[in-house]
C-alpha cells in the first residue's frame, strides 16, 4: 500500500488535508488507546504504517513542489535564450519536458513564430490561449500569429496572380 491508501487520501490532496487524515487516524489508532496485549502491539504496527504514511505524502508535497520550481526555472530560461535571440536552443530545452503546460505552449509557439513557422506555431499559441483564456500575454501572441499568418496569406495570393 502507498501513503495515500493508508490515509484513505486522494493523490491531489493538499498538505491540510494530508495532516488531518493523519491525525484523525492517529486518535483513532494510537497505542495508548489499548490495553497491553495483542491488540496494543497491532496498534503500534498500524501506528507506524500511518506515521510512515504521513512522512511519505508530505515527502510527495516536497518533491512536486521542487519539480515545479525547477519547471518555472527552467521556463524562465527558455525565455532568456528566446529574449537573446537563440530560438533553435530554446526549442532545444522545451523538447526536453515532461509536461505541457499552458506557458510550455506559449514559448514553444514563440519560438515556432521566430522561426517563421507560422502554422505550427497557431497550434500552440491557440492551446496556450485555450489552457489560459485569462492570460493577455497569450491572447497577443495569438493575435501577433493570426495577423502574420493572414498576411503571409494575401502576400501568397497576389504572388500566384502575376
Not at 487516524?25 to 489499548?34: E, G, I, K, S, T
Not at 518533491?63 to 530560461?77: K, M, P, Y
Not at 500552440?124 to 493572414?150: E, G, I
Amino acid at each position: 500500500m502507498n501513503g495515500y491508501e493508508v490515509l484513505n487520501i486522494p493523490r491531489t490532496a493538499t498538505r491540510d488535508e494530508i495532516r488531518a487524515a493523519y491525525r484523525e487516524l492517529a486518535r483513532r489508532w494510537h497505542p495508548d488507546r489499548f490495553m497491553p496485549g495483542p491488540e496494543r502491539d497491532w496498534a503500534n504496527e498500524k501506528m507506524a504504517a500511518i506515521n510512515a504514511a504521513y512522512r511519505t505524502c508530505l515527502s510527495g508535497l516536497k518533491d512536486a513542489r521542487l519539480a515545479v520550481d525547477s519547471e518555472d526555472e527552467a521556463l524562465r530560461r527558455v525565455q532568456a535564450l528566446i529574449d537573446d535571440g537563440k530560438y533553435q536552443s530554446a526549442r532545444k530545452l522545451l523538447m526536453g519536458f515532461n509536461t505541457r503546460c499552458a506557458e510550455w505552449n506559449y514559448l514553444f509557439g514563440w519560438v515556432l513564430l521566430n522561426q517563421s513557422d507560422v502554422q505550427k506555431a497557431l497550434i500552440y499559441l491557440s492551446v496556450a490561449a485555450h489552457q489560459n483564456p485569462d492570460s493577455a500575454k497569450y491572447a497577443r501572441a495569438l493575435k501577433q500569429a493570426q495577423q502574420l499568418s493572414a498576411t503571409r496569406r494575401l502576400s501568397g495570393l497576389f504572388a500566384r496572380r502575376r
